[in-house]
């Protein structure tokens, strides 16, 4: 019976994710900042339940360590835990700076640096990051920061393939866009101030566009679910997948356009 580390699975994607492979027989070590909340993946007999925040270093340590002893090993690692901060640059904390790259970029590298002595001294494994396909385009004003977090692992997981290919770790990148239940815009940090107004017309556009979505524009989250799945199963050997018709969409064009006509034409939807 194979093994699956997921992190953030405390609701949404990661919770749905954790379901489904512990219904397809797989076991589950489902990572949450308050496992003692968790009232249904609990129920399922092939999952475990481990407390981790993935910006702790020590604590993502004591989760690796926690469910290889669980399972004897572990096959699959999904890093899915993640946030976004938007608003204008300008407005963002230090802290803000500091926490979107520690919990988006600095978390999946803490959870792959404790798992390589694992996966090297089986000389296999795999490693599916959880990006978006804001990790390839732009195209939502204010979000710079999150744009940030995502280009960035995106070219991590590709600059590892080198040296991780050779010892046979695999490496995944899942591209989503917005889903239905996955309580993004519930999570997102948004950066303000009151006393500089020179930002409002576009804000305004874009927490407007964020609160005004309808729920059937938003992508059905088992098709991530399934795109992961095949991943970890082998039946998809893609390096990376766009998930969505918005995302295949938004990156299609990038690739067709100079990247001064394709910003110009994202921009123009805001003003």
């Known amino acids: 019976m194979k093994t699956v580390f997921i992190t953030g699975a405390s609701s949404g994607l990661g919770k749905l994710t954790a379901a489904y492979f512990a219904k397809q027989g797989w076991n589950v070590a489902a990572t949450l ?34 469910a290889i002893q669980a399972f004897g090993s572990v096959d699959v690692v999904v890093n899915n835990a993640g946030a976004g901060s938007y608003g204008p640059l300008e407005f963002a904390s230090e802290e803000t700076i500091d ?40 195209v939502v004003p204010t979000g710079s920061l999150y744009n940030m977090s995502k280009f960035a692992l995106e070219g991590l997981t590709e600059g590892l393939y080198y040296e991780l290919a050779p010892l046979g770790i695999e490496l995944r990148l899942i591209e989503p866009g917005g889903s239905r239940g996955n309580n993004f815009k519930h999570n ?40 992961i799945y095949a991943s970890a199963t082998g039946a998809n050997r893609q390096f990376r997948q766009v998930v969505g018709n918005q995302g295949q969409g938004l990156v299609a064009l990038r690739k067709e356009l100079p990247i001064e006509e394709y910003l110009e034409r994202m921009a123009a939807m805001f003003r």
């Open 99 to 138: 926490w979107q790259f520690r919990l988006n970029v600095r978390g999946p590298i803490n959870v792959m640096r404790a798992f390589l002595p694992h996966f090297r001294a089986r000389r296999r494994g795999m490693f599916i990051n959880i990006s978006s396909f804001m990790g390839l385009t732009t």
């Open 33 to 66: 900042r308050n496992p003692e909340v968790d009232t249904e993946l609990r129920k399922l007999s092939n999952v475990r339940l481990i407390k981790l925040d993935v910006t702790d270093v020590e604590q993502v340590k004591r989760a690796v360590d926690e």
């Open 188 to 227: 997102i940090v948004f950066n303000a101030n009151p006393d500089i107004r020179d930002y409002d017309a576009i804000v305004n556009k874009v927490q407007s566009l964020f609160e005004a979505t309808p729920e059937d524009m938003l992508d059905d989250p088992q098709t991530i679910v399934d795109a």
